[in-house]
């Protein structure tokens, strides 16, 4: 550096700093030997802050406004005043410059898996992911706390810190919390005001806050979520039966619509057949169908006495009247035949009986002399 670059540093009397980054925290004005003019003037616009520190320790936080820095706590000394310490000053003050904004966006989520326990499932293992953002509440416990003499301090490196921070309080809350699983969806809200509450004093010791943070997902293993789906597509089936034959007709409809596909229309054709022939008996009219002849009771036995036929020295029956008049339609049973019925004394042949005379009707008599 030339002493005519030196010298027009020496008179440079504004500080002041534009931000053209999204991520930079602390900016640390660089001053020839960290030597402040006397009667500079600073320049703080909104959304920043102004940390001044002399000879290594912080002497004031200045917030939006423009600052003559002439009084006495302020560094008086140029290098121009000190020829004797060869243009050195021994007063060494320096100005770091901090965003107050908010930095959004910023994204936190588990690296491992937590372990909970639901009240249905069992022991399960939860992910979870969110974003938040976080600001500077306090530029001077920030500056000791975290940044040190960095002098271009970024989100980056203290936003990891906070992830940490985070993901260790959301575990507490969601293992300790008693909600199911399948119930969790609907209390993400709650689970960002408990685990932001919770974090905040730690935050605040940094000289940090976070505005807003949002668990945006919590989620199951693949092999749980896909069980999980199945389950649900069970109850969205419903009757597995009816579920079959939608499918087996889809199967037909497409085995039917393939070209050059002689085996597939077939194979549908005979579905189609047997699906048929299921689905009437399955519904509603084969249904009452079936019903009807569920219900449908045995023939009524006929009503009227029971006969009694001696044959060959032995007792046959009892037969009703139909039975009686085959009989005698086929000879088997004449008017000599002898017959019992409840009610009578004793044996006595048939054509005597008054009530078998309807039997008998249509038999002719037997030849005269026989």
Sequence with gaps: MSIFDFLRGEFIDVIHWTDDTRDTMVWRFEREGHAIKYGAKLTVREGQAAVFVHEGQLADVF??????????????????????????????????????????????????PVMARDPEFGPVRLRAFGSYSMRVSDPGLFLKEIVGTDGEFTADEVSEHIRNVIVQEFSRVVTTSGIPVLDMAGNTGEFSRIVTDAISPTIAGYGLSIPELYVENISLPEAVEAALDKRSSMGIV?????????????????????????????????????????????????????????????????????????????????????????????????????????????????????ALAPVFAQVPPPLPGA
Aim: net charge neutral.
């Design 63 to 112: 917030g939006p406004g423009l600052y003559q820095l002439e009084t006495n706590n302020m560094p008086v000394m140029t290098t121009l005043q000190h020829w004797d310490h060869a243009f050195q000053s021994p007063f060494k003050s320096e100005i770091y410059f901090v965003s107050t904004v908010r930095f959004n966006g910023l994204k936190w989520g588990t690296k491992n």
């Design 238 to 354: 419903g009757d597995l039966s009816r579920y079959a034959q939608f499918s087996a007709a889809e199967a037909m409809g497409a085995a039917a619509s393939t070209p050059n596909s002689g085996m597939g229309a077939g194979i549908g054709a005979g579905l189609g057949m047997a699906m048929g022939s299921q689905m009437a008996a399955a519904g509603p009219w084969g249904a009452a169908a079936q019903a009807g002849q569920a219900a449908s009771p045995p023939p009524v036995p006929a009503a009227g006495p029971q006969w009694h036929v001696a044959e060959a020295g032995a007792s046959k029956g009892p037969f009703g009247m139909d039975a009686l008049r085959g009989m005698a339609a086929a000879g088997t049973l004449t008017r000599a035949t002898l017959v019992w019925s409840a009610g009578m004394a004793g044996w006595e042949p048939a054509g005597e009986v008054a």
